[in-house]
């Protein structure tokens, strides 16, 4: 059985958004064709990326669904070393920038991945819950 969760789009990746739209803007009132197209271009990817990122845990991995313009990522369950949740600075209590670190080894290699999932808890209860 699989469990699906998507993405949470943070406040930093609402801000990119609206600067690049800005400039998407401001380059199409001035004629500006060479960077009106780098900014669509841009502002494709980002909402395919803000939109489409998913993490799927399957019995056996983890998969990791980054858009339609890139490849999907699958870490193995068994070699999951570590899971840390990791804040940014606090303002009024509240983390504008929380997410989860992975650590896992790849052909004896250790490497990191960070996720963002909407319900975090439930992610590292499901995680843990198929490690097992």
């Known amino acids: 059985m699989q469990r699906l969760f998507h993405a949470k ?16 803007a401001y380059s199409a009132w001035h004629k500006q064709p060479i960077i009106l197209l780098l900014s669509l271009i841009l502002l494709i990817v ?8 998913t993490y799927t ?3 056996t991995h983890l998969i990791i669904h980054t858009g339609k313009f ?8 068994e070699n999951l070393i570590r899971l840390e949740k990791i804040s940014g600075i606090r303002l009024f209590g509240k ?7 992975l650590t896992y ?9 960070a996720v963002i999932p909407q319900n975090e808890d ?3 209860k499901c995680l843990q819950k198929r490690k097992k």
């Open 9 to 24: 789009i943070q406040f930093q990746s609402w801000v990119l958004l609206i600067a690049v739209l800005f400039v998407f």
């Open 46 to 53: 980002m909402i395919d990326r803000m939109i489409h990122t």
């Open 95 to 101: 983390s504008f920038n929380s997410f989860l670190l």
């Open 70 to 77: 890139s490849k999907d990522q699958l870490i193995p369950l």
């Open 122 to 124: 439930d992610f590292v």
């Open 57 to 59: 845990i399957s019995d």
């Open 105 to 113: 080894q790849e052909e004896g290699i250790e490497k990191s991945q």
